[in-house]
């Protein structure tokens, strides 16, 4: 409940627009070594709120309590914004090594976009692909493939129109998810008894969206994506249809920008402590801070690093226990190789040390410049290792250079997108989307709609930033 002096206290925030951490809010964009340093008692005063984590999710649950006329204090582990999205410089191009692409439906992100006026581009149509076949590889036509890819998917997503009616309020049908949550990609694939060439169409792409490993992908975590992309292949394929012309990095700043929050780079957090009054949380260097709310918008992986008291509900200390971040093979791979290879893209099999690998742009000097991602046994960080794994599709070029990004093992992640295991769609919603307290979570790990994603990332931060406003 709120109390008349904290009402009137948010209302004379808001209407002054807020301006006074504007420059600390720059500097701290400005200067990654605003970090350390024990609070005092002077400076917990100036916040509201704390978000954990500078990703999509954190900063805009930041924003969201800046527009409620709350003063946000976000604190970052790393010396970037962003969390598993990093747009960069390598090869003298624009890279990510984290999320990139967009689909037309991702309503939020495009309200997003709009509101800070980012332009998206598309890439040049592929002009080959090479699939596995019961015999080998073989290069396609898209033309010709991409119509059969798409049957047998409509085959693995049937029934989808039914139990994700609504595919945004995933339990809508409840009823009709107690018989399939509990299945693996794997355990559809075999129900279905494809023929072996149907089956190695898709087989390698579903495995690499579930980590290397169908078995450990939810058939719901999929399903729902096809719900999302309107039921057809054609929707589906619309998955890598944009990206931000300026970068992913770039959204996620104008969001922070317009949240005027004053930002700590290099301070992972190690505990959250609510008393019932107040949230204070500890960092790595012996530094608490206090607010009378908290965000927690780290990767949910990551819960686990930190010690939250009282503990964390059931519901969330399995979650991040089992991981809902992919793994083990979650490396994304910026490849320079020799020669003009052509728009060409590749899939896998499951099983194989190369997932996928996509064109990105031609180099000026004729060499190419391609993103994969890594199956099961690569050493994403030996070169000859990435070379000979190439070499399987593409015989006649070989890796020159190379930028890796392992989510899997970086610190603050400990894993890559979401993708729900079997089961726990109904085992976790809606409960894992609930505050804990005075403290609510965010991410793109447990979003109703799109998990796994910016627009996920987005729907949890606004959802976490109305769970606790209210409550200061």
């Known amino acids: 409940m709120h109390s008349g002096s904290s009402l009137n206290r948010r209302s004379l925030l808001k209407a002054a627009g807020t301006t006074a951490l504007a420059a600390g809010a720059a500097s701290a964009l400005a200067s990654p070594a605003l970090a350390g340093g024990r609070a005092v008692p002077e400076e917990e005063a100036r916040y509201d709120a704390i978000v954990i984590g500078a990703g999509f999710a954190g900063v805009t649950a930041a924003r969201e309590l800046r527009n409620k006329g709350l003063k946000p204090l976000v604190l970052e582990a790393r010396d970037r914004i962003g969390g598993r999205v990093w747009t960069s410089t390598w090869a003298g191009e624009q890279v990510e090594l984290g999320g990139a692409w967009l689909h037309p439906n991702y309503e939020l992100t495009y309200k997003e976009l709009n509101r800070y006026g980012l332009k998206t581009i598309s890439d040049a149509a592929p002009e080959k692909a090479i699939y596995p076949t019961p015999a080998g590889y073989k290069t396609f036509a898209p033309e010709e493939i991409v119509p059969r890819i798409g049957a047998v998917l409509a085959k ?227 070169r000859a290792s990435v070379d000979a794994a190439v070499k399987k599709f593409l015989p006649q070029t070989r890796v020159i250079d190379m930028k890796v990004q392992d989510w899997v093992n970086d610190p603050w992640s400990q894993g890559g997108w979401g993708m729900r295991r079997p089961g726990q769609m109904l085992r976790q919603l809606p409960a894992i989307q609930q505050p804990h307290g005075r403290i609510a979570f965010a991410g793109g790990d447990l979003p109703s709609g799109w998990i796994g994603s910016f627009e996920g990332a987005i729907e949890s931060g606004m959802r976490a930033a109305g769970q606790v406003a209210p409550l200061v």
Request: include cysteine; charged fraction near 20%; hydrophobic fraction near 45%.
């Open 156 to 382: 693995v997503f049937d029934g989808s129109r039914q139990y994700f009616e609504r595919p945004r309020e995933p339990l809508y049908r409840a009823d009709l998810l107690k018989a399939v949550d509990p299945l693996s990609l794997r355990a559809r694939l075999d129900a279905l008894k494809l023929s072996a060439e149907d089956l190695a169409l898709v087989h390698g792409e579903l495995a690499t969206y579930a980590g290397g490993d169908s078995r450990d992908g939810a058939l719901t975590a999929l399903a729902q994506w096809w719900a999302l992309c309107g039921w057809t292949h054609e929707g589906w394929a619309q998955m890598s249809a944009a990206r931000i012309e300026k970068g992913a990095s770039a959204l996620v700043q104008s969001i922070l920008t317009a949240a005027q929050a004053t930002v700590r780079f290099n301070t992972p957090v190690t505990a959250v402590a609510d008393d019932g009054k107040r949230v204070v949380v500890t960092t790595a260097s012996g530094a608490k801070f206090s607010a009378p709310v908290a965000v927690v918008a780290v990767p949910l992986n990551m819960w686990k690093k930190i010690q939250f008291s009282p503990g964390l509900p059931k519901v969330h200390a399995e979650a991040t226990q089992e991981g809902v971040g992919v793994k083990p093979n979650a490396a994304k791979m910026w490849l320079r190789v020799s020669g003009d290879v052509g728009r060409i893209v590749v899939q896998g099999n499951a099983g194989d040390p190369i997932a996928a690998m996509v064109p990105h742009a031609r180099l000026s000097n004729g060499d190419s410049l391609m993103i994969a991602l890594n199956g099961p046994g690569l050493n994403v960080n030996d």
